[in-house]
């Protein structure tokens, strides 16, 4: 039986098989300099790289990443990219490299500021598509409860492993139409960043959704990129509702009660 992407067959001591998820050190490395090393599923690597760009503020858009090659090496991989004049600049001005686990958050930050850096409030699309699609208010708790058994049903990563995050990018209608499973599940989400910006699908007509609790982090990635709305199976921390609600971002995740609306994206 084949095996998707990212997931590889062992033999363990008693002779049976097993499959499991691959953990790799990807280094994302722009303009010849190496900004993270993330342990990291090794699939879906330009994706990972154009979305690691737009949600840490590297890039504003996919075309100022260009010359994108995944080199492997003998201790891991490098996803390569070149930035265009301006925001290298821009990363010249914030470059650190650094070496992170898959929990890792806060990647190639290095002041307080930065950590907790203001979340624009950018104008949101109408959810749902361009014609008879509704405010991300309309996304109710039942909504979200489909959305997660719809990302549930697509994780063949995790299918064959039992092992990995995801993220989602769920639209009414619609269903999910982008996932991307990772190990680490801000990998996970800056793959999905990046492939929804390389085939041009607007984050603000949907919700992202995930299948990990809700840090502040994970906010800040959906905000910057746009979304509509994010939605997660476990609790949120509760800096992560007060930044949703500072960005406008709709938050539904799990509370006493099931599944809650914590910030209403208003």
């Known amino acids: ?8 067959r062992i033999t363990l001591p008693d002779g049976a098989e097993q499959v499991l998820p691959e953990e790799t050190a990807v280094a994302l490395v722009y303009d010849g300099t190496t900004q993270a090393v993330m ?15 737009l949600t840490e503020g590297l890039i504003e ?4 990443v260009s010359g994108v090659e995944v080199l492997e090496q003998p201790r891991g991989i490098e996803a390569r990219g070149w930035l265009a004049a ?5 990363f010249m001005e914030r470059r650190r490299a650094m070496a992170g686990p898959v929990g890792c ?4 930050i290095d002041s307080l500021e930065q950590a907790l850096r203001p979340l624009t409030r950018a104008p949101r699309a109408p959810f749902g598509g361009e014609e008879g699609g509704a405010a991300s208010a309309g996304l109710t708790p039942d909504l979200a409860a489909r959305a997660l058994d719809d990302l549930r049903a697509g994780q063949v990563l995790k299918d064959a492993s039992r092992a990995t995050h995801a993220a989602g990018f769920w639209v009414p209608d619609a269903g999910i139409v982008a996932l991307r499973e990772d190990v680490g599940r801000h990998n996970a989400l800056d793959k999905l960043v990046g492939a929804l910006a390389r085939q041009g699908i607007d984050p603000a007509r949907g919700a992202v959704v995930m299948t990990s609790r809700v840090s502040v982090d994970l906010v800040q990635k959906a905000a910057i990129a746009g979304a509509g709305a994010l939605i997660a199976p476990s609790a949120p921390t509760s800096l992560a ?3 949703a609600g500072a960005a406008g971002l709709r938050l539904i995740a799990r509370g006493a009660r099931g599944l809650t609306v914590f910030a209403t994206g208003a």
């Open 105 to 108: 958050g806060l990647c190639g």
């Open 241 to 243: 509702v007060r930044e």
């Open 61 to 64: 858009a996919p075309g100022e």
């Open 86 to 90: 301006g925001a290298g600049l821009r």
């Open 39 to 53: 342990m990291a599923t090794p699939a879906d690597l330009e994706d990972f790289l154009i979305g690691f760009a």
């Open 1 to 8: 039986m084949s095996l998707p992407d990212g997931a590889i």
